[in-house]
């Protein structure tokens, strides 16, 4: 199981990109997670946990949010959200794996 080299995750709050960042974490293994854009904004996806926030180098896994692949088990990241029609689309990190589904907005609810 690896994730794909190159997939680029929404903020699912508000949307924005997230970029790329690399985590020195205290052991050996240095994550990879997306950052959301916004200086002001805490949310960070990770491929084994989905969405949570990051608040001064921790990880609040309380505010979490996890949406599972129903093909792999993988965490679905936001992948595009469509204004007009109010839907998020939701696809899967992993390599080989092409689910991809589409959701109502949580702001058209
Ligand atoms: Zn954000
Ligand atoms: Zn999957």
Same mark, same amino acid.
């Given at each position: 199981m690896s994730s794909k080299p190159q997939f680029s995750p929404l903020c699912d709050v508000h949307h924005a990109t997230m970029r790329h960042v690399m985590l020195e974490e205290d052991? !050996? &293994?240095? $994550?990879? /997670?997306?950052? /959301?854009e916004r200086r002001d904004c805490t $949310?960070?996806?990770r491929d084994s946990n989905g969405y949570s926030d990051r608040? !001064?180098?921790i990880f609040d896994d309380s505010r979490g949010f996890t949406q599972g692949c129903? $093909? /792999?088990g993988s965490a679905l990241y936001?992948?595009?959200?469509?204004h007009s029609r109010k839907t998020e689309t939701w696809e899967c990190p992993q390599t080989g794996c092409d689910f991809s589904e &589409?959701?109502?907005?949580p702001a058209a609810r």
């Open positions: 052991s !050996e &293994d240095v $994550r990879s /997670c997306y950052a /959301c $949310r960070v996806f608040i !001064e180098g129903p $093909r /792999c936001l992948a595009a959200v469509n &589409d959701f109502p907005s």
